[in-house]
Antibody, heavy 117, light 112 residues
Framework: EVQLVESGGGLVQPGGSLRLSCAVS????????MSWVRQAPGKGLERVAT????????CYLDSVKGRLTISRDNAKNSLYLQMNSLRAEDTALYYC??????????WGQGSLVTVSS | DIVMTQSPLSLPVTPGEPASISCRSS???????????LAWYLQKPGQSPQLLIY???NRASGVPDRFSGSGSGTDFTLKISRVEAGDFGVYYC?????????FGQGTKVEIK
């Protein structure tokens, strides 16, 4: 059974940092691109970062470039999102998601990040 | 960025009746490989999104055949032949033709 479990969310002040983790199981992690997708409260979906299976390629939403960094540890079956210089507009539920044929075919339950003073 | 526009944004449906959602993209989602990079998701209340359709018309594993996707280029439709209780929630279309991938605003399908 494919499982993705996010952790690391919480309340952080503007300008602060947070590191999200996503532990996966039930599939060959290194064979899949992975993404982080966020959903602000009551809003729609926004893909913020993506990484190739071997970690050799990354891409980011323009508004997070230079502040958020996606990474992975295939030996630990884990995906990460390092979040620096956080802003109020980064407040959202952050999902990790697996790429299937191309679309995001499995999603975790999300980790809530709240940026507020 | 490719803009995805869904309609309607709210769709009251009586269980057992059909439902249809439209998704239009500002640019063609058809690639040279012959596939439309368009996916449909359902997000039930309090849950994460679940993949229903990819490549515009391919049902994801385990998705009932009452769900069907159609369309090509810039115009796409998701149809539910007979809406069941577990089908209520917010439906999103998403394009993977060009970075950044973008989602539609969502269509809330609710009980009439």
């Amino acid at each position: 059974e494919v499982q993705l479990v996010e952790s690391g969310g919480g309340l952080v002040q503007p300008g602060g940092s947070l590191r999200l983790s996503c532990a996966v199981s039930g599939f060959t992690f290194s064979s899949h691109w992975m993404s982080w997708v966020r959903q602000a409260p009551g809003k729609g979906l926004e893909r913020v970062a993506t990484i190739k299976g071997d970690g050799s390629e990354e891409c980011y939403l323009d508004s997070v470039k230079g502040r958020l960094t996606i990474s992975r540890d295939n030996a630990k079956n884990s995906l990460y999102l390092q979040m620096n210089s956080l802003r109020a507009e980064d407040t959202a539920l952050y999902y990790c998601a697996r790429h299937g044929t191309w679309a995001l075919d499995f999603w975790g339950q999300g980790s809530l990040v709240t940026v507020s003073s | 960025d490719i803009v995805m526009t869904q309609s309607p944004l709210s769709l009251p449906v009586t269980p057992g009746e059909p439902a249809s959602i439209s998704c239009r993209s500002s640019q063609s989602l058809l690639r040279s490989d012959g596939n439309n990079y368009l996916a449909w998701y359902l997000q039930k209340p309090g849950q994460s999104p679940q993949l229903l359709i990819y490549w515009g018309s391919n049902r994801a594993s385990g998705v009932p055949d009452r769900f069907s996707g159609s369309g090509s280029g810039t115009d796409f439709t998701l149809k539910i032949s007979r809406v069941e209780a577990g089908d209520f929630g917010v439906y999103y279309c998403m394009q993977g033709q060009q970075d950044p991938w973008t989602f539609g605003q969502g269509t809330k399908v609710e009980i009439k």
